[in-house]
């Protein structure tokens, strides 16, 4: 891995929030001159890939991630996933929390949907694919942070890895807590390390020392949101704020 920096392709990418199925619909999306192109508050995809059984087990966010996953992945087996959330199920952990407050017994199903690699898991046991699975939690960053273990995969000798990353708004005693815009969705990308012709982006770092808030403007949409805009569009770089650093996006030819 490169010490200023990672440099990688995206191959193949799959996308889905509520209203946003369709490559034609996130082209569209992605050209809104608003600050905050909005996105439907309600809805979660079939995951028809996947068994009922396993199905049920998700909640929106792992509805999503498994959809992308497959949608970005198809037949594909023995590659490894990165999976990434800010917040991952904390709806779930609310519930679980309320409920041990309350004094009632608490759900295996639930407790055991509501960990961080629950996705991850989900589609593992689906496919019967014993690859490689990560989970990261890195704040604002996690995209970042999870782009660069992709890209430490890669130069240990992965030939390709997927990356999948998935975000619900924040449920109600959090609300006051946020930063941004938070929106349902959730994307996938397939990397590799070789440059291929107009799918090669590098992300470079560098501190900024100062408080993220007075960089970002208030109701501006989640940086991974920012981030997949600039990825869709034609836009040669762009810069995210999140955890006092300054995470540098480029596109290359």
């Known amino acids: 891995m490169r010490t200023d920096g990672v440099r990688f392709s995206i191959v193949r990418h799959a996308a889905w929030a509520p209203g946003l199925e369709t490559p034609q619909q996130w082209r569209a999306w992605a050209q ?11 809805g979660e995809p079939g995951v028809r890939a996947m068994t009922p059984m396993l199905r049920r087990r998700a909640g929106q966010l792992g509805k999503m991630a498994l959809e992308v996953a497959y949608a970005c992945l198809g037949e594909q087996r023995d590659i490894p996933l990165v999976f990434c959330s800010r917040h ?18 608490l759900s295996p199903t639930a407790f055991g949907m509501a960990v961080h690699n629950a996705s991850a898991g989900l589609f593992s046991i689906a496919r019967a694919d014993t690859a490689n699975q990560l989970a990261i939690a890195a ?11 992709a890209c430490g995969l890669l130069a240990d000798g992965a030939a390709q890895v ?18 941004c815009h938070e929106q349902s969705h959730a994307f996938a990308w397939l990397l590799q ?32 949101l920012a981030v997949l805009r600039f990825m869709l569009g034609e836009a040669r770089t762009f810069e995210h704020a999140a955890n006092r650093q300054a995470w540098c996006w480029s596109r290359h030819a």
């Open 32 to 42: 809104s001159t608003l600050p905050v192109a909005p996105i439907a508050a309600a």
């Open 88 to 105: 991952g199920e904390v709806a779930r952990a609310v519930e679980l929390l309320s409920a041990l407050a309350q004094g009632e017994p």
């Open 139 to 149: 704040g604002a960053a996690s995209l970042e942070a999870a782009v660069i273990e």
């Open 162 to 179: 997927l990356l999948v990353l998935a975000e619900c708004p924040l449920p109600v005693p959090f609300e006051a807590f946020e930063d």
């Open 193 to 224: 390390a070789e440059a291929t012709p107009g799918t090669a982006f590098s992300l470079t770092w560098r501190a900024r020392g100062s408080d993220d808030a007075l960089a970002v403007a208030a109701g501006a949409m989640p940086g991974s």
